[in-house]
């Protein structure tokens, strides 16, 4: 069980400082979301972060439907990138500038309840039924005994290969950290480039890849008692790789490299291996369609290919209802209605592979498995679903803390990456400085979690 002491706190951007903003949240005046026949009724302002077209037109397509079928609801929906939406909810929330239902990234969801952002949606879940999410991924938002979001679609880190470039230079696919180094050094001897290292410092990129290397020999980057730990051996030695593949490897532009430029590079086929989710898909379909036929998902690399395997990193993508709305039931209602069997075939049709169901039953369904993507890429959603069931999100081993937020979130170890390889910091030293300031990150929120 974890207990929270409730502070009105909040960490804020502003360009490359951190300030923690004391704010209040406002309790619901009278809410009014039917009107006197029972009809619901009021506005609605929806914030997600699903900015690929596909995705957003079947969600703007729910909306549209949604406000016929109730003709005293208004729906505005804005969309914002992952790391735009993290800026603007946290700096919006002292003034009241948040929407009334948002999708959010499972780290952020435990700095909104924390907040008192954001209220539980029990109630949703029972109506939706209970019994058909995962247990796991309604606990990522599980706070005295209630459930603070839902889950839209899953998703899990994997290692994507172009199959063709190995067969061309009689290559096998890696399964240990150093043989996909091999593979890569010998791939760049071709012309080709292995694999981008992403540093940039607007994004995660950095904590993810170290998270990877960590995760698959069994650490993790927090501890039980949830304080960064950064220079064991283990997190010395995923530090000192990835310094190594970016200065050997990489593309030197992607030093500062966010998620979708790392990404792209493999779309343009720039690159023979990446991590990603099933979304990789639709990345190279539009943007060099020749390669479809040349692309595949596999585990990621161990330490050692006889080493364990372990979760490495799951996404649960959440959707929320915040405190500050007026029309909370009318918010609820249309969270209810994106899970309608068509509608929800609609969004995850959008994606295929990319997003897999949230609630079981879906995936048993004749007109989900005859989508052609799933079809073509039946190997790939195999080895993704298997890596789903067993991750979890970033720090999110010992149970979800905002503290795996701020560690995500505040990109210190980008910055980390960037000081050993810009300016010449010895890797000791630099994960000490990195570990000292997100450690009293943490002491400055003052969360406490029995």
């Not at 780290?107 to 209220?119: G, L, P, R, T, Y």
């Not at 080709?192 to 650490?219: E, H, I, W």
């Not at 530090?239 to 593949?245: A, D, F, G, L, P």
């Amino acid at each position: 069980m974890m207990k929270f002491r409730k502070i009105l706190s909040l960490i804020c951007l502003a360009a490359t400082t951190i300030a923690v903003v004391g704010c209040s949240a406002s309790k619901n005046d009278t809410i009014a979301s039917t009107d006197k026949s029972g009809e619901l009724s009021g506005d609605l302002v929806m914030w997600h972060s699903f900015t690929q077209g596909p995705r957003l037109e079947s969600i703007q397509k729910s909306a549209d439907e949604f406000m016929e079928k109730h003709p005293k609801v208004k729906i505005k929906i804005e969309t914002f990138s992952w790391n735009d939406f993290y800026t603007k909810w946290t700096t919006g929330l002292a003034n009241g500038n948040v929407p009334d239902i948002s999708t959010a990234l499972p780290n952020q969801v435990m700095e909104m309840i924390n907040s008192d952002a954001i209220i539980p949606l029990d109630d949703t879940i029972e109506s939706l039924g209970k019994d058909r999410f995962s247990e796991t991924a309604l606990d990522e938002a599980k706070v005295g005994g209630k459930y603070y979001s839902i889950p839209i679609y899953s998703h899990a880190q994997v290692m994507w290969v172009r199959t063709d470039l190995l067969k061309k230079f009689g290559l096998e696919v890696p399964k240990t950290w150093e043989e996909l180094y091999q593979v890569s050094k010998k791939l760049k001897e071709e012309g080709v480039y292995g694999l981008g290292v992403p540093f940039g410092t607007n994004d995660f990129m950095g904590t993810r890849f170290l998270n990877f290397y960590v995760r698959s020999a069994g650490g993790s980057l927090l501890t039980k008692d949830l304080k960064v730990d950064l220079t064991n051996d283990l997190v010395q030695e995923g530090i000192k790789y990835w310094v190594k593949m970016y200065k050997e490897i990489s593309p030197q532009d992607s030093l500062n490299y966010n998620t979708l430029q790392q990404a792209t590079l493999f779309y343009q086929g720039q690159t023979a291996f990446d991590f990603n989710s099933g979304f990789h898909i639709g990345g190279v379909q539009t943007n060099s369609p020749q390669l479809v036929d040349h692309i595949d998902a596999y585990p990621m690399p161990k330490v050692n290919a006889s080493d364990k395997d372990y979760g490495i990193e799951t996404s649960n993508i959440p959707m929320v209802v915040w405190k500050n709305s007026k029309n909370p039931q009318v918010a609820k209602a249309f969270l209810e209605y994106l899970y309608q069997e068509d509608n929800y075939l609609e969004f995850l049709d959008s994606t295929p592979v990319g997003m897999l169901p949230a609630i079981s039953g879906i995936a048993d369904l004749e007109s989900y498995k005859a989508n052609e993507t799933r079809q073509k890429f039946k190997h790939a959603e195999e080895v993704i679903i298997e890596a789903a069931s067993s991750g979890t999100a970033i720090g999110y081993e010992n149970g979800p803390s905002v503290q795996a937020g701020i560690l995500i979130n505040q990109h210190v170890i980008e910055q980390m990456f960037q000081e050993i390889i810009s300016n010449g910091v010895d890797t000791k030293k630099a994960a000490e400085a990195a570990e000292k300031q997100l450690n009293d990150l943490f002491e400055t929120v003052a969360v406490n979690i029995e």
